[in-house]
């Protein structure tokens, strides 16, 4: 099956800087990548997705670039506050045949003020 | 419209005791798919569910089960607790089940003592 590994799983930065998460794939049939954030004690909820015939996707302050021959992507938050401390969790989707989301393990995002 | 909704939101069970949860899924959503949360595990895949079939199952014991009825309403139930079922289970509604945006409900905290 698909396996989803995220890197790094803490990051701290300080408010204002850039923030950026990575996560590899597995599957090279994989065709759907979305960014969920979870709040302490909250559900998960999309951020932002990305579908394989795209290379880059952005809305605001955060973007999600794909590549596909190397099987990574990759979310970044620009000019961080400290609203976007969060655990953020990247996710695969295999094939319309697969049904389910592949998730990484997470990374706890921390914005010093 | 109205979110996804899980019930109970919290539950203490004992060993060998059996539980259900329950989600009810945004108005339209024919697939739910269930999680279950652990610090040290992240998301893992439980089953997923698409107009009473249930078309995937990730890899639980067969102590884990689910159902999905007519109005799209799913239930999942644990029998013969175990210690290490203590979690968080998280149901995602969408609308076909793969490559669409999956809604998350704030989930079932299950303690088992």
């Known amino acids: 099956g698909e396996n989803v590994e995220q890197h790094p799983s803490t990051l701290s930065v300080q408010e204002g800087d850039s923030a950026v998460i990575k996560c590899t794939y597995s599957?090279?049939?994989?065709?759907?990548f979305p960014w969920y954030k979870q709040e302490l004690g909250k559900r998960p909820q999309l951020i932002i997705d990305?579908?394989?015939?795209?290379g880059e996707k952005k809305d605001q302050r955060i973007a999600v670039t794909l590549n596909k021959t190397a099987k990574h992507f990759s979310l970044h938050i620009t000019e961080t506050q400290p609203e976007d401390s969060a655990v953020y969790f990247c996710?695969?989707?295999?094939?319309?045949?697969?049904?389910?989301?592949?998730f990484g393990a997470g990374t706890t995002v921390t914005v010093r003020a | 419209k109205a979110g996804v909704t899980q019930t109970p939101r919290y539950l203490i069970k004992t060993r060998g005791q059996q539980v259900t949860l329950s989600c009810s899924p945004i108005?339209?959503?024919?697939?739910v798919s269930w999680y279950q949360q652990t610090p040290g595990q992240g998301l893992q895949f439980l089953f997923e569910?698409?107009?009473?079939?249930?078309?995937n199952k990730g890899n639980f014991p067969g102590r884990f089960s689910g159902r999905q009825f007519s109005n799209s309403r799913s239930e999942m139930n644990v029998s013969t607790l175990e210690l290490g079922d203590s979690a968080l289970y998280l149901c995602?509604?969408?609308?076909?089940?793969?490559?669409?945006?999956?809604?998350f409900g704030q989930g079932t905290r299950l303690t088992v003592v």
């Open positions: 996710a695969a989707s295999i094939s319309r045949n697969d049904y389910k989301l592949s």
């Open positions: 599957d090279s049939a994989s065709n759907y």
């Open positions: 990305i579908r394989s015939n795209v």
């Open positions: 995602a509604s969408s609308l076909s089940g793969f490559n669409t945006e999956a809604f």
């Open positions: 108005s339209g959503h024919r697939s």
């Open positions: 569910y698409f107009s009473e079939t249930q078309r």
